[in-house]
């Protein structure tokens, strides 16, 4: 039997449409098996083969706290992530400001120049910034954290923010001036809201970096700042059957990253790529 | 000092006219500039100093009174070390690996999630998804419940199949950390090529395809150089954090076995936190950051290129 063009095609995109399901499934089954894992008891978690068919509980969700203190930790990542955040941003958006509107013969240098430190090796600097610590006692503090994700992601929020506000036309800006308004009226009633979409992600990318970084948590925090990240690293050594009690930490600590990923993927490719791909 | 003349200056041509325009910008932006400016100075020159410093002093954390200047004798010791020749090959197949995997397969998916299909949407996040989990979690996930040899998926998988089930972690250490990263990569360049995908023209591409070119002809003539950008920014971004991979290897080998799954990154670790050598430590760290300015010249060449191109 003959195909017309039209039916040929037709089954060719649900073919490719079919594929590319089995594909982001085989993708997506890690993910899917640790939430499923997690509604398990440890007997099931471990059980060869591993079941599919099984009465859920909550029993993992319930024991979290009392066995590992979950929101101890999921408080330090949540002041850790959301005052470096803040922080960057108070630091990070006069600075894309200036560069966009008041370009000066530096301007290119200067960014270029701030994306350059994002590739120091942070090994490069662990021992300075080790023993540094240790004499400001700054190891196993929520300010130490602070201090390093602000510093490791205002390159991507001042570069994030800068493309954005590049894409203002600078006439409209100038003809609020000449209406009268002055810098902060500008910046408050013309800019922020033009911008909101772009900064909204920037802040949501420098979120998700810092809440799932996982070098300078695991090397300058023991437990009093450890975010989520050391607290699923001390899941590493094990003691007895634990698997169900993992996967219902890690769903939980990266449920709501994932979620802000979702939501934010189209804009975060700017961030994810400096600029480079829109 | 100079600042302050500066805003002096500025006071004084205030009554100027037009280049008082130009002075006031001049001084806005530096005052919005500098701050960004001076903390990445700060952040960059200090430890990197101290680095540098201690690179070329005798000093172990376990007696620091017994402190020296020794000149070039860390990094002769740290080249010449068991460790150092694994760790450069564990990070060379490491990150050749991984880039292999995540771009190939990155262009793969992201031109067949291109054409409109059922659940696209759905498809596209469940894609990118593993890019925000968090890398222990990852590293956890995979060594417990996927790849173990007695209750992992993959064992169950072998067993079903006949197989006798794969201890990875025992066995191909390496392999198990490529796979782990790769998969955590992988939505990486599938989000940017993704975007890439969509800025192609669908037009020419119907054009060629009536004038009898096939689907490889286009996709090599027309999909992959277009894709050419993103691609060589995927690599270069990749490079830079896949030179420095830690967490996986921290939460799952140790390093071990031996030094089999040992990177240049995890090697500096085990020198300065767990040897407390902190002039071995800097010496390797001095050897890293020296590899990564290799790669990043040329992102920052392409990248910087780019940002001049769009306005």
Same mark, same amino acid.
């Given at each position: 039997?003959?195909?017309?063009?039209?039916?040929?095609?037709?089954?060719?995109?649900?073919?490719?449409?079919?594929?590319?399901?089995?594909?982001?499934?085989?993708?997506? +089954?890690?993910? &899917?098996?640790?939430?499923?894992?997690?509604?398990?008891?440890?007997?099931?978690?471990?059980?060869?083969?591993?079941?599919?068919?099984?009465?859920?509980?909550?029993?993992?969700?319930?024991?979290?706290?009392?066995?590992?203190?979950?929101?101890? +930790?999921?408080?330090?990542?949540?002041?850790?992530?959301?005052?470096?955040?803040?922080?960057?941003?108070?630091?990070?958006?006069?600075?894309?400001?200036?560069?966009?509107?008041?370009?000066?013969?530096?301007?290119? &240098?200067?960014?270029?120049?701030?994306?350059?430190?994002?590739?120091?090796?942070?090994?490069?600097?662990?021992?300075?910034?080790?023993?540094? &610590?240790?004499?400001?006692?700054?190891?196993?503090?929520?300010?130490?954290?602070?201090?390093?994700?602000?510093?490791?992601?205002?390159?991507?929020?001042?570069?994030?923010?800068?493309?954005?506000?590049?894409?203002?036309?600078?006439?409209?800006?100038?003809?609020?001036?000449?209406?009268?308004?002055?810098?902060?009226?500008?910046?408050?009633?013309?800019?922020?809201?033009?911008?909101?979409?772009?900064?909204?992600?920037?802040?949501?990318?420098?979120?998700?970096?810092?809440?799932?970084?996982?070098?300078?948590?695991?090397?300058?925090?023991?437990?009093?700042?450890?975010?989520?990240?050391?607290?699923?690293?001390?899941?590493?050594?094990?003691?007895?059957?634990?698997?169900?009690?993992?996967?219902?930490?890690?769903?939980?600590?990266?449920?709501?990253?994932?979620? +802000?990923?979702?939501?934010?993927?189209?804009?975060?490719?700017?961030?994810?790529? &400096?600029?480079?791909?829109? | 000092?100079?600042?302050?003349?500066?805003?002096?200056?500025?006071?004084?041509?205030?009554?100027?006219?037009?280049?008082?325009?130009?002075?006031?910008?001049?001084?806005?932006?530096?005052?919005?500039?500098?701050?960004?400016?001076?903390?990445?100075? @700060?952040?960059?020159?200090?430890?990197?100093?101290?680095?540098?410093?201690?690179?070329?002093?005798?000093?172990?954390?376990?007696?620091?009174?017994?402190?020296?200047?020794?000149?070039?004798?860390?990094?002769?010791?740290?080249?010449?070390?068991?460790?150092?020749?694994?760790?450069?090959?564990?990070? $060379?197949?490491?990150?050749?690996? @991984?880039?292999?995997?995540?771009?190939?397969?990155?262009?793969?998916?992201? @031109? $067949?999630?291109?054409?409109?299909?059922?659940?696209?949407?759905?498809?596209?996040?469940?894609?990118?998804?593993?890019?925000?989990?968090?890398?222990?979690?990852? =590293?956890?996930?995979?060594?417990?419940?996927? $790849?173990?040899?007695?209750?992992?998926?993959?064992?169950?998988?072998?067993?079903?199949?006949?197989?006798?089930?794969?201890?990875?972690?025992?066995?191909?250490?390496?392999?198990?950390?490529?796979?782990?990263?790769?998969?955590?990569?992988?939505?990486? =360049?599938?989000?940017?090529?993704?975007?890439?995908?969509?800025?192609?023209?669908?037009?020419?591409?119907?054009?060629?395809?009536?004038?009898?070119?096939?689907?490889?002809?286009?996709?090599?003539?027309?999909?992959?150089?277009?894709?050419?950008?993103?691609?060589?920014?995927?690599?270069?971004?990749?490079?830079?954090?896949?030179?420095?991979?830690?967490?996986?290897?921290?939460?799952?080998?140790?390093?071990?076995?031996?030094?089999?799954?040992?990177?240049?990154?995890?090697?500096?670790?085990?020198?300065?936190?767990?040897?407390?050598?902190?002039?071995?430590?800097?010496?390797?760290?001095?050897?890293?950051?020296?590899?990564?300015?290799?790669?990043?010249?040329?992102?920052?060449?392409? @990248?910087?290129?780019?940002?001049?191109?769009?306005?």
């Amino acid at each position: 039997m003959l195909l017309t063009l039209k039916q040929q095609r037709r089954l060719h995109t649900v073919a490719m449409g079919a594929l590319a399901w089995l594909v982001a499934l085989l993708i997506f +089954f890690p993910i &899917f098996w640790m939430i499923l894992t997690s509604f398990k008891t440890e007997i099931e978690a471990f059980a060869t083969p591993p079941s599919l068919f099984f009465t859920p509980t909550l029993e993992n969700y319930i024991t979290i706290n009392e066995r590992s203190d979950y929101f101890h +930790f999921a408080w330090n990542s949540v002041v850790i992530s959301f005052t470096s955040t803040i922080i960057g941003m108070l630091i990070a958006v006069p600075a894309a400001y200036s560069m966009a509107f008041f370009e000066t013969k530096r301007t290119n &240098f200067t960014l270029q120049w701030m994306l350059s430190t994002k590739m120091l090796p942070p090994v490069g600097v662990l021992v300075p910034i080790y023993l540094l &610590f240790k004499d400001f006692h700054l190891l196993d503090s929520k300010t130490g954290l602070i201090i390093i994700y602000t510093l490791i992601n205002l390159p991507i929020m001042v570069w994030m923010a800068y493309t954005y506000f590049k894409e203002v036309p600078k006439d409209i800006l100038e003809a609020a001036r000449i209406d009268g308004a002055n810098m902060l009226q500008e910046i408050w009633r013309i800019l922020l809201p033009m911008t909101k979409g772009g900064l909204a992600s920037t802040v949501l990318l420098s979120l998700i970096l810092s809440w799932n970084e996982a070098f300078w948590s695991l090397n300058l925090t023991a437990y009093n700042a450890a975010p989520l990240t050391s607290l699923i690293a001390s899941y590493s050594s094990p003691e007895g059957l634990f698997w169900a009690k993992l996967s219902a930490v890690s769903t939980l600590a990266c449920a709501p990253i994932l979620i +802000f990923g979702w939501i934010s993927q189209k804009q975060l490719v700017r961030g994810l790529s &400096f600029g480079a791909v829109k | 000092m100079d600042t302050l003349a500066s805003i002096d200056k500025a006071k004084e041509s205030d009554s100027t006219g037009v280049s008082n325009a130009a002075k006031k910008n001049a001084l806005i932006s530096f005052f919005m500039v500098s701050p960004s400016v001076i903390l990445l100075l @700060v952040w960059m020159i200090i430890p990197l100093g101290m680095t540098i410093y201690f690179s070329m002093m005798n000093y172990n954390l376990l007696s620091p009174e017994d402190t020296w200047f020794v000149g070039w004798e860390n990094f002769e010791y740290f080249i010449t070390d068991d460790g150092f020749a694994s760790g450069v090959t564990n990070t $060379l197949i490491l990150v050749g690996s @991984v880039l292999l995997i995540t771009v190939v397969f990155g262009i793969l998916i992201s @031109v $067949l999630v291109n054409i409109p299909f059922w659940g696209q949407g759905i498809v596209r996040v469940m894609l990118i998804s593993p890019f925000f989990i968090m890398p222990t979690v990852n =590293a956890l996930v995979w060594k417990n419940l996927l $790849l173990h040899p007695v209750s992992g998926v993959f064992a169950a998988i072998s067993v079903f199949f006949g197989y006798e089930p794969i201890d990875w972690f025992s066995d191909y250490p390496l392999t198990a950390i490529v796979i782990i990263v790769s998969w955590q990569w992988l939505p990486f =360049a599938v989000l940017l090529l993704m975007t890439a995908m969509q800025s192609l023209d669908q037009e020419q591409q119907e054009a060629a395809r009536l004038d009898g070119a096939s689907s490889l002809d286009v996709f090599r003539h027309l999909t992959l150089p277009h894709l050419s950008r993103a691609i060589a920014v995927v690599v270069m971004i990749e490079t830079i954090f896949l030179l420095s991979i830690f967490a996986e290897i921290f939460t799952t080998t140790g390093g071990g076995p031996g030094y089999e799954t040992t990177n240049l990154a995890y090697l500096i670790y085990s020198q300065a936190l767990l040897q407390y050598d902190v002039g071995m430590a800097s010496a390797g760290g001095l050897i890293a950051v020296i590899l990564a300015n290799i790669a990043a010249f040329f992102l920052v060449r392409i @990248v910087g290129k780019n940002l001049t191109d769009n306005t």
